[in-house]
């Protein structure tokens, strides 16, 4: 990898991976082991000045300064939930703007970060599908979400990070990969793979890529077990059928001992009936999955009803009573809209014909 694949312009250095940051290290005749120093200082230390990396020549130092740019987005807004969920709003250069959400539990702190600005499958349950697509986030755009969330929340706070913001992620491979390679890097962010997940609405051809190339968490967004309801909720079912992704999900390379995360939204009279429930199980049925059930969150223009606690029960106990395993999302940070699919930003240029604006 060359550090031209970072665009025009200065090398953004938080976009370089190890091996951008040799290659550009080795363009400049210094030596590659640097990287991993450098590495260490922009983001397992997190430091914003160079002249805080003491083991580096100041002669790299000036150079890293003059030649590289270490701009970060600026944020725009930040909310706190009463749950303590927090969302950060950030401002892009060209006037788009993302979100990224922190959920604090117990056991782990999950930061759910976007890789596109707006979206471009049009789900029609989703908020940001309801914006079209603005452009695909930079790897340095992606990354400097975990570096807004990590200033304010300390260093330690974030123990997963999801790919469940804004966004398709196997639409923008591109630059989600280096991210997570920067991510599972120990000089970087030093989070083991099980520790980050990808989710995508189905995108056949890059499922393949990333099991090739990254030994990450995967979620599908599932939500409807016959196809004609798909068509409806995750349009780009018409495209890649559930009998294909489900086939690509059995051919899934999946680290031993790892489960399928299937991601399923409840909405009321649609999806969430009994019958369903037994589809799902067959459709499931000798895959190491987890079936994640998502009590659907409301957004304005939403046209679809949350289904009941009960409904939700009820459905959740058919599978469990098959032998699947199963969890019900907990809602967070609802009241800054900031739960599952209410990110919305601003998406500059987006197809849609819903009015855009700026939540919370
Ligand atoms: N494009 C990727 C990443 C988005 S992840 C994907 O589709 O998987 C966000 C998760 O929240 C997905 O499972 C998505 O389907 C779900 N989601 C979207 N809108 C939602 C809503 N209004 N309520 C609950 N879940 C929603």
């Known amino acids: 990898m060359t550090v031209a694949v970072q665009g025009a312009g200065r090398p953004k250095l938080l976009g370089l991976d190890r091996s951008g940051l040799e290659s550009l290290l080795v363009e400049w005749g210094e030596p590659r082991f640097r990287a991993a120093q450098i590495l260490q200082w922009l983001h397992a230390r997190q430091i914003h000045e160079f002249a805080q990396m ?17 701009a970060e987005p600026e944020i725009v807004r930040e909310q706190q939930a009463a749950d303590g969920t927090r969302k950060w ?32 499958l049009a ?71 099980r520790r980050v997940t990808v989710s995508t609405a189905g995108v056949v051809p890059g499922l393949a890529q990333l099991g090739r ?42 680290p031993p001992r790892r489960r399928i995360t299937f991601e399923y939204v409840m909405l009321e009279g649609i999806n969430d009936q009994d019958q369903h429930a037994r589809e799902l199980v067959r459709l499931l049925a000798g895959m190491p ?48 809209a900031a739960a599952c699919g209410q990110l919305a930003g601003q998406v500059r240029e987006g197809r849609s014909s819903v009015p855009l604006r700026v939540m919370g």
């Not at 003491?54 to 270490?70: G, V």
């Not at 950030?90 to 707006?118: H, K």
């Not at 196809?227 to 489900?246: C, G, Q, S, T």
Request: glycine residues 6%; neutral net charge.
């Open 54 to 70: 003491s083991n580096i020549s100041k002669a790299l130092r000036a150079r890293l300064e003059q030649d590289c740019d270490l």
């Open 89 to 120: 709003l950030l401002a892009l250069p060209d006037g788009n703007a993302i979100e990224t959400v922190f959920i604090p539990e117990e056991d782990r702190g999950t930061l759910c970060i976007s890789s596109q600005v707006g979206c471009s």
């Open 123 to 193: 789900c029609s349950f989703c908020a940001t599908g309801a914006q079209g697509l603005s452009r695909n986030l930079e790897t340095h755009e992606i990354i400097a979400q975990i570096r807004v969330a990590r200033r304010a929340l300390g260093l330690e706070a974030i123990s997963n990070v999801v790919f469940m913001g804004m966004g398709e992620p196997l639409l923008n491979l591109k630059q989600v990969l280096p991210a997570i390679r920067l991510l599972l890097d120990d000089f970087a962010y030093g989070l083991s793979a």
């Open 213 to 254: 190339e990254s030994p990450v968490n995967l979620a599908i967004s599932l939500h409807a077990t016959r196809d004609e309801i798909r068509d409806e909720l995750v349009p780009i079912n018409r495209h890649y059928p559930l009998a294909e992704l489900l086939a690509a999900c059995r051919a899934y390379p999946l």
């Open 289 to 336: 999955a987890l079936v994640n059930l998502i009590p659907f969150n409301p957004f304005p223009q939403a046209r679809y009803r949350r289904s009941g606690n009960a409904r939700i029960d009820a459905f959740r106990d058919i599978i469990l009573r098959a032998g699947l395993m199963t969890v019900t999302r907990k809602t967070r940070g609802d009241d800054i």
